[in-house]
């Protein structure tokens, strides 16, 4: 809580002087303590207690704080050889496998829907393999730091915001970074491993529902619009899209062969040439090429949000752990 000079120093400052050859601990209770008889006034001199909840209970700075516990978090992530080869192996498995699905499609009426595919695959294997990871990791270092901020040993947003980084350095390294925030948002609410694999799926289906080809974003009903709005699978997988599509000026069409007697029904279907560039990709799925911008700046906002509903509910729940 504090040095044995600095409380002499502190009750110095609030009018109760410890007297000369007195013992300061027998000072500090007698000053602090409710007295039979005299209730009242020790009462009001007892409002001294409510300084102490606004005074610096941590011994180091807030500098050292975050030094010490963004080494120490980036340490652990390190030394745990285990989850970083796993990741390292999921996320070469994993492009391997999507590279082999993939490989050499042709830009054609069909190719646009096996693209637009792999595009959505891309987005959600980087968004799941990094969500789980946190989900499995983070709710387990929690009880510690309940109890280390219950010991005052470092400041409640010291620890949040160092593990923050520190997972932000080690998955940018390893992946792409995506989706950590709604892992930890679930790992805090829950406090619980399997409680938060649990009600991950249920959370984020919806999102990606409306974050991909499963539903045009035209088409989305009303009642949804808000859900389509935060999606944060949308707005990766638009920028995706634009990425692919918008500087691509032609797009074969694929002429079938007709009977020499085929009505101009016929005729006219077999020629029928649903994208001729790749501007009219975007446009069928609802895209505008000029929305790059927009969507990482709403990916951005999207992700601080849930970074902030994360952080208010640790500082509630480590609150509640002092108590």
Same mark, same amino acid.
């Given at each position: 809580?504090?040095?044995?000079?600095?409380?002499?120093?502190?009750?110095?400052?609030?009018?109760?002087?410890?007297?000369?050859?007195?013992?300061?601990?027998?000072?500090?209770?007698?000053?602090?303590?409710?007295?039979?008889?005299?209730?009242?006034?020790?009462?009001?001199?007892?409002? /001294?207690?409510?300084?102490?909840?606004?005074? @610096?209970? =941590?011994?180091? +700075?807030?500098? *050292?704080?975050? %030094?010490? !516990?963004?080494?120490?978090?980036?340490?652990?992530?390190?030394?745990?050889?285990?989850?970083?080869?796993?990741?390292?192996?999921?996320?070469?498995?994993?492009?391997?496998?999507?590279?082999?699905?993939?490989?050499?499609?042709?830009?054609?009426?069909?190719?646009?829907?096996?693209?637009?595919?792999?595009?959505?695959?891309?987005?959600?294997?980087?968004?799941?393999?990094?969500?789980?990871?946190?989900?499995?990791?983070?709710?387990?270092?929690?009880?510690?730091?309940?109890?280390?901020?219950?010991?005052?040993?470092?400041?409640?947003?010291?620890?949040?915001?160092?593990?923050?980084?520190?997972?932000?350095?080690?998955?940018?390294? /390893?992946?792409?970074?995506?989706?950590?925030? @709604?892992? =930890?948002?679930? +790992?805090?609410? *829950?406090?619980? %491993?399997? !409680?938060?694999?649990?009600?991950?799926?249920?959370?984020?289906?919806?999102?990606?529902?409306?974050?991909?080809?499963?539903?045009?974003?035209?088409?989305?009903?009303?009642?949804?619009?808000?859900?389509?709005?935060?999606?944060?699978?949308?707005?990766?997988?638009?920028?995706?899209?634009?990425?692919?599509?918008?500087?691509?000026?032609?797009?074969?069409?694929?002429?079938?062969?007709?009977?020499?007697?085929?009505?101009?029904?016929?005729?006219?279907?077999?020629?029928?040439?649903?994208?001729?560039?790749?501007?009219?990709?975007?446009?069928?799925?609802?895209?505008?090429?000029?929305?790059?911008?927009?969507?990482?700046?709403?990916?951005?906002?999207?992700?601080?949000?849930?970074?902030?509903?994360?952080?208010?509910?640790?500082?509630?729940?480590?609150?509640?752990?002092?108590?």
């Amino acid at each position: 809580m504090g040095t044995t000079q600095g409380a002499l120093e502190f009750f110095n400052r609030n009018q109760f002087p410890c007297p000369r050859n007195f013992n300061p601990g027998d000072h500090y209770i007698l000053t602090l303590a409710i007295v039979p008889g005299k209730e009242e006034e020790s009462r009001r001199r007892t409002k /001294v207690t409510i300084y102490l909840k606004y005074m @610096s209970i =941590y011994a180091s +700075s807030i500098l *050292t704080q975050w %030094t010490n !516990l963004f080494w120490r978090s980036w340490t652990s992530q390190y030394r745990d050889q285990m989850l970083f080869w796993t990741r390292l192996f999921q996320t070469i498995f994993m492009a391997l496998i999507l590279g082999l699905i993939y490989f050499d499609l042709d830009i054609s009426q069909k190719g646009v829907t096996d693209i637009n595919g792999g595009l959505f695959i891309i987005v959600t294997n980087i968004s799941f393999t990094n969500m789980f990871a946190v989900l499995t990791s983070f709710p387990e270092e929690m009880g510690i730091a309940m109890r280390e901020y219950g010991s005052a040993l470092y400041r409640i947003d010291s620890y949040f915001f160092t593990k923050t980084i520190s997972e932000v350095c080690f998955v940018n390294l /390893v992946y792409w970074r995506s989706q950590l925030f @709604s892992g =930890y948002l679930l +790992s805090v609410i *829950t406090g619980d %491993t399997t !409680l938060a694999l649990s009600v991950a799926s249920l959370v984020i289906i919806p999102f990606m529902i409306f974050g991909g080809p499963f539903m045009n974003g035209d088409s989305t009903p009303d009642y949804f619009v808000w859900m389509d709005a935060i999606s944060w699978f949308k707005y990766s997988y638009e920028i995706m899209m634009i990425n692919q599509w918008e500087d691509l000026d032609y797009i074969a069409c694929e002429n079938k062969t007709v009977s020499a007697n085929a009505t101009q029904d016929e005729i006219c279907d077999a020629q029928k040439c649903l994208f001729s560039n790749g501007l009219e990709v975007l446009d069928y799925n609802s895209m505008d090429k000029d929305d790059v911008g927009k969507d990482l700046a709403i990916l951005g906002a999207i992700c601080a949000g849930v970074y902030l509903v994360t952080f208010v509910f640790l500082l509630i729940r480590a609150k509640r752990s002092k108590e």
